[in-house]
């Protein structure tokens, strides 16, 4: 598994890590991922599994690194404080990795939620800020609202979809902010070799020796300040997945699968 930089931070985050929205898998996929160095695991107040990361998690969490979020409905002070008090119950440890405010939320001052979420990091409960689905000119407006460094912006990318390679990877890229890519691989792989003209996912998959799941995820973390964090019920998948790090595809394969968009 390569390691890249948490944005400035200098904390090291695996290239893949291990979603978990609408995970059912138990213990063991998840488990199967740490002990291969995926230990970034992605959750949510919103999915109903920070529980079952609790208990993958449990007796080894010094080891993972816990993402999770606090949903719009929540972006008020004290609600902000009180998801992340309910989210640290739930996962059973005292402190998150990392917490991201999960959507935009217009209707409430981006500066009272920042206040909280500075608050979080002031009280030992949170390492680092983050945000997921936010543009660029929205993380501008958050950054100006925080004495903390936000560190990274969850967005859609996969060879799928690529609309964040417009402006929000190069601003991230440019701003010292990763960007972590969710549903790297668009739900099902027959999604993106839908999306891609015939044949070139199959052709790269080939003459790298992978899979067409492991040329799809190391794609996406291709540019230095990407990670991805495919979700699996399954540790087969999960060792597939995890494999899809500490190798990079050539210039020649990655401008075939540009051209096939
Ligand atoms: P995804 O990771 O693109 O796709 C998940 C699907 O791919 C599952 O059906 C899974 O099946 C399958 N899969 C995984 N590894 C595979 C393999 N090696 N071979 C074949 N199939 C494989 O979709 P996602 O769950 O939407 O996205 C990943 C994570 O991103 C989420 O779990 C969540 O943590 C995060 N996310 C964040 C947001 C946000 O707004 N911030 C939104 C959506 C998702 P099995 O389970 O059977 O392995």
Not at 12 to 19: K, Q, S, T, V
Not at 73 to 93: C, P, Q
Not at 248 to 257: T, W
């Given at each position: 598994?390569?390691?890249?930089?948490?944005?400035?931070?200098?904390v090291?985050?695996?290239?893949?890590?291990?979603?978990?929205?609408?995970?059912?898998?138990?213990?063991?996929?998840?488990?199967?991922?740490?002990?291969?160095?995926?230990?970034?695991?992605?959750?949510?107040?919103?999915?109903?599994?920070?529980?079952?990361?609790?208990?993958?998690?449990?007796?080894?969490?010094?080891?993972?690194?816990?993402?999770?979020?606090?949903?719009?409905?929540?972006?008020?002070?004290?609600?902000?404080?009180?998801?992340?008090?309910?989210?640290?119950?739930?996962?059973?440890?005292?402190?998150?990795?990392?917490?991201?405010?999960?959507?935009?939320?217009?209707?409430i001052?981006?500066?009272?939620?920042?206040?909280?979420?500075?608050?979080?990091?002031?009280?030992?409960?949170?390492?680092?800020?983050?945000?997921?689905?936010?543009?660029?000119?929205?993380?501008?407006?958050?950054?100006?609202?925080?004495?903390?460094?936000i560190?990274?912006?969850?967005?859609?990318?996969?060879?799928?979809?690529?609309?964040?390679?417009?402006?929000?990877?190069?601003?991230?890229?440019?701003?010292?902010?990763?960007?972590?890519?969710?549903?790297p691989?668009?739900?099902g792989?027959?999604?993106?070799?839908?999306?891609?003209s015939?044949?070139?996912?199959?052709?790269?998959?080939?003459?790298?020796?992978?899979?067409?799941?492991?040329?799809?995820?190391?794609?996406?973390?291709?540019?230095?300040?990407?990670?991805?964090?495919?979700?699996?019920?399954?540790?087969?998948?999960?060792?597939?997945?995890?494999?899809?790090?500490?190798?990079?595809?050539?210039?020649?394969?990655?401008?075939?699968?540009?051209?096939?968009?």
């Amino acid at each position: 598994m390569e390691y890249v930089e948490l944005g400035k931070t200098g904390v090291r985050i695996p290239e893949i890590g291990l979603g978990t929205w609408g995970y059912t898998g138990g213990v063991e996929p998840l488990q199967t991922g740490i002990s291969l160095g995926a230990s970034l695991i992605d959750t949510a107040e919103a999915y109903g599994t920070e529980g079952a990361v609790g208990e993958a998690i449990l007796h080894m969490r010094d080891r993972v690194f816990i993402a999770t979020k606090v949903s719009p409905s929540h972006f008020k002070h004290d609600e902000v404080i009180s998801a992340a008090e309910n989210s640290l119950k739930r996962l059973g440890t005292d402190y998150l990795d990392l917490y991201q405010l999960h959507w935009p939320n217009p209707a409430i001052p981006i500066e009272e939620t920042m206040a909280a979420m500075d608050q979080l990091v002031s009280d030992g409960k949170i390492r680092f800020i983050g945000v997921s689905n936010f543009s660029v000119a929205q993380i501008e407006e958050a950054q100006a609202a925080t004495e903390n460094k936000i560190v990274s912006n969850q967005v859609r990318y996969s060879l799928a979809d690529r609309a964040v390679e417009k402006d929000v990877i190069p601003y991230c890229r440019d701003s010292g902010v990763t960007v972590i890519a969710y549903t790297p691989l668009a739900r099902g792989i027959g999604n993106i070799k839908a999306k891609l003209s015939h044949g070139a996912l199959e052709t790269v998959a080939q003459a790298t020796g992978k899979t067409e799941v492991q040329v799809a995820l190391n794609w996406c973390t291709t540019e230095a300040n990407v990670v991805a964090i495919p979700k699996s019920d399954s540790s087969d998948h999960t060792r597939e997945n995890c494999d899809a790090s500490g190798w990079r595809l050539s210039p020649e394969q990655l401008g075939l699968l540009a051209e096939a968009r």
